[in-house]
């Protein structure tokens, strides 16, 4: 058996909800979040996960992301207890820096982002591969509530052939995505031309194992809004970005 306890670097509406389910949760204490570029309030959080480590006889922190892993590596190394973190990726050059914070394990969720890390040299002694858990469901289970999306979204239109990809993002207000919703059809934008390669190639590796070579694809994005309620909005692009060349 195993107990969590959970450290967030800013309060948000995770809190009573893990709480809720009686997770144990802390906030640093500080008025406003702790950023890098502010090495007070970054040393200041740090402090605050090692000495509850010590207090609460933490076996192993577990660090969300590479920039949670700043924290929880340093504070790790401070209260004397092993670290391990989640690369959810995709990787980037600040990943330079958090590989020079030692860790015993960085768990990754994809070949391709085990390779993307294995060349930031970290100091770790592994990187674990584990897939991310999947439903298996039988090909044409949910065409009832396809098709009503269709209808919903008046994509009935299209003709019945075509195979249409719909990505499904998380919009956060912190990054400034809200202002996409808020500007409509520029929500397109929270879509960069790195993260549109990445679903061309999922969905060129989908089509080709159905054995599928459709005259046109179509990727559309459906953007979502958590209102103040707690209620989510969405909004779908369609055709949001074209994949070019030919299928």
Same mark, same amino acid.
């Given at each position: ?119 930031? +040299?970290? !100091?770790? @002694?592994? *990187? ?5 858990? /999947?439903? #298996? %469901? ?10 009503? +999306?269709? !209808?919903? @979204?008046? *994509? ?5 052939? /075509?195979? #249409? %990809? ?82």
């Amino acid at each position: 058996r195993w107990q969590a306890q959970v450290y967030f670097l800013q309060d948000g509406p995770l809190v009573p909800e893990l709480s809720k389910h009686g997770i144990r949760c802390h906030v640093y204490s500080g008025a406003e979040r702790p950023r890098l570029k502010k090495p007070r309030s970054t040393f200041r959080a740090i402090r605050e996960i090692s000495r509850l480590a010590k207090a609460e006889k933490i076996d192993v922190i577990h660090s969300a992301m590479g920039y949670g892993h700043l924290f929880g590596g340093m504070a790790a190394q401070w209260a004397g207890i092993p670290e391990v973190w989640f690369q959810h990726g995709p990787t980037s050059s600040m990943d330079w820096l958090t590989g020079r914070v030692p860790t015993r394990t960085i768990f990754v969720n994809s070949r391709h982002i085990q390779r993307e890390q294995n060349g930031f +040299f970290a !100091q770790t @002694q592994r *990187i674990h591969l584990v897939y991310p858990g /999947t439903e #298996v %469901f039988a090909p044409g289970q949910f065409q009832k509530e396809a098709r009503e +999306f269709r !209808q919903k @979204q008046a *994509i009935e239109t299209t003709p019945l052939s /075509t195979v #249409v %990809f719909g990505l499904v993002g998380r919009i956060s207000p912190m990054k400034g995505h809200r202002d996409f919703i808020e500007a409509g059809a520029q929500a397109v934008l929270s879509v960069t031309p790195r993260k549109q390669r990445r679903v061309i190639q999922a969905a060129r590796w989908y089509l080709k194992r159905l054995k599928r070579q459709p005259e046109t694809v179509r990727f559309d994005v459906i953007a979502i809004d958590w209102q103040p309620d707690g209620s989510p909005k969405s909004e779908l692009i369609r055709g949001a970005f074209d994949a070019g060349g030919s299928w």
